[in-house]
């Protein structure tokens, strides 16, 4: 059982590049989300979605675009990177129902540096 | 506004020697309220969920509680295993979906 897998672990880009992180689970959990982790700032929530073909934004969703397809994969796209996007971004899902309603499993990370 | 405020930001302890955590948070109409511990270079783990005034959960040294205004993460005789970055984080009612984190308490225990 792999949980939620996050790719790539690292990745450096240079300003106004484009990229996708990628996010899969194998825990058919309904709610996948993308966060973000600064120094400081605790976690803050990009974009979520609790169903395939549902998204919506979070906290912090500027300069970032979610899909979902498939129940499995939510994957987070950078339009046009900046530094300020730089950052350790954290992929996590739970089930909407049930005693494990709403508690997160978290994906490793993948630590983005924006140049 | 809702908010999640953790406290202190950064504490030090010798091995064995107990203290709490601090969580408060403002929001309107509770849902849950949830205790993460963090490695460095890993994604956050869950430790506890608590829904409502007066409940207590236990996980070996750690006892997490909560009031109306905040939660306590308390650490009896802790070793240095316990060393990590503990997150609270609460989901109001009416905003199904978005977990609200605070910055987290990093804790070091020393042999």
């Known amino acids: 059982n792999a949980g939620v897998t996050q790719t790539p672990k690292f990745q450096v880009l240079k300003t106004g590049q484009s990229m996708t992180l990628q996010c899969a689970q194998d825990?058919?959990?309904?709610?996948m989300s993308w966060y973000r982790q600064d120094p400081g700032m605790g976690l803050r929530l990009i974009h979520y979605?609790?169903?395939?073909?549902?998204?919506d934004q979070g906290e912090v969703p500027n300069g970032y675009n979610v899909s979902r397809s498939t129940t499995e994969d939510f994957p987070l796209r950078l339009l046009s990177a900046a530094p300020s996007q730089t950052s350790v971004y954290f992929c996590?899902?739970?089930?909407?129902?049930?005693?494990?309603?709403?508690?997160?499993?978290f994906g490793a990370g993948s630590r983005l540096t924006v140049l | 506004e809702d908010q999640v405020t953790q406290s202190p930001e950064a504490l030090r302890l010798q091995e064995g020697e107990s203290s709490s955590l601090n969580c408060s948070y403002t929001?309107?109409?509770?849902?849950?309220l949830f205790w993460y511990r963090q490695d460095p270079g890993k994604g956050p783990e869950f430790l506890f969920t608590?829904?409502?005034a007066g409940e207590e959960k236990e996980k070996e040294r750690l006892k997490a509680t909560l009031t109306k205004k905040e939660s306590f993460l308390h650490i009896t005789a802790p070793k240095p295993e316990d060393s990590a970055t503990y997150l609270c984080?609460?989901?109001?009612?009416?905003?199904?979906?978005?977990?609200?984190f605070g910055q987290g308490t990093t804790l070091q225990v020393k042999p």
């Open positions: 996590a899902s739970s089930s909407t129902r049930g005693a494990g309603a709403n508690v997160l499993t």
């Open positions: 825990m058919n959990h309904e709610y």
């Open positions: 979605s609790v169903g395939a073909g549902i998204t």
């Open positions: 929001v309107s109409g509770l849902r849950g």
């Open positions: 608590l829904y409502s």
């Open positions: 984080a609460v989901l109001p009612r009416r905003n199904t979906g978005k977990l609200i």
